[in-house]
């Protein structure tokens, strides 16, 4: 067991690191030599994020994400005494990625630093939205029979999509491990906060959406997570939930498959994991 859970964090840490040196050093490139452009830069996002899926998906579930950690983990889908090491590991791999980055390629890498450049209120709503998309897409393809094919495909693309469009935007970071590395590296921490909680609050309500919507996950009545639902005001009106619909879609909530089949979403079961299931 302490292998696994070794191993575990040592796959969390080395896919975080590999999100950040590729993704972040294609940004950095661009600000030198004006290439890959932006199209490159959302390939290498999403390149990279498949990638890591197949690669360390069946060792630690491949989250390489801390919303997606905390979202599992306040779901029941997550054991939440694994919650510290996924996010320590998941820091230290984006910090020290930053920082053989600045090392190799100078100050030129401040240009990786995630930075809104639009006002401060709606990037932390196009974070949220572009973050419950993305873990939208992850309980996708968890409760999908083939789920587990073409996890990397759904997960690289929905990180590709937003990375594409909102990218000039917000940065389009839908992930703190992401964005905390290079600001602490170029030391501008002005916009943090919001790349450290707008991605948070998506990935929790993207649970609680995708519970009512599709009814393959249920909400744990332990969770928390029906308390979050006055946050769903910001969402338009055809998605919003009521305290009411969480109540009745909160079932026992250990379930992901119709039928009952016990499948973990990520990891883990005491060092035994079942696939690449999570980002």
């Not at 290439?35 to 996002?45: D, E, R, V, W």
């Not at 390489?64 to 510290?84: C, S």
């Not at 390629?105 to 974070?127: K, Y």
């Not at 910001?234 to 499948?263: D, F, H, K, V, Y």
């Amino acid at each position: 067991m302490r292998g696994a859970g070794f191993r575990a964090y040592a796959a969390e840490g080395l896919g975080t690191f590999a999100l950040v040196f590729i993704g972040v050093g294609a940004v950095t490139a661009n600000s030198i030599t004006g290439h890959p452009g932006h199209l490159g830069i959302a390939l290498s996002f999403g390149l990279v994020v498949a990638g890591v899926v197949y690669l360390f998906g069946p060792v630690s579930g491949a989250h390489i994400n801390p919303a997606v950690t905390l979202a599992l983990a306040v779901a029941g889908r997550f054991p939440r005494r694994r919650v510290p090491g996924y996010l320590l590991a998941q820091s230290l791999g984006a910090l020290l990625a930053a920082g053989l980055l600045r090392a190799s390629l100078g100050p030129a890498t401040a240009a990786g630093a995630t930075r809104a450049t639009i006002a401060v209120a709606p990037a932390f709503f196009l974070e949220i939205m572009l973050t419950l998309f993305l873990m939208m897409v992850i309980l996708a393809v968890v409760v999908s029979p083939q789920g587990r094919q073409v996890s990397g495909l759904a997960i690289g693309g929905a990180v590709f999509t937003g990375a594409l469009w909102a990218g000039p935007l917000t940065g389009a970071s839908m992930n703190p491990a992401r964005t905390l590395g290079p600001a602490l590296v170029a030391g501008d921490l002005s916009q943090l906060w919001l790349y450290m909680i707008g991605p948070v609050v998506g990935a929790l309500l993207a649970v609680a959406l995708f519970a009512a919507i599709r009814g393959e996950v249920s909400v744990p009545r332990s969770s928390g997570l029906r308390r979050l639902s006055p946050l769903t005001r910001i969402l338009p009106a055809g998605t919003l939930l009521s305290r009411n619909l969480l109540s009745r879609t909160a079932r026992s909530a250990r379930q992901l498959r119709p039928g009952g089949a016990r499948e973990s979403l990520v990891v883990l079961e005491e060092g035994r994991h079942r696939g690449p299931m999570g980002l």
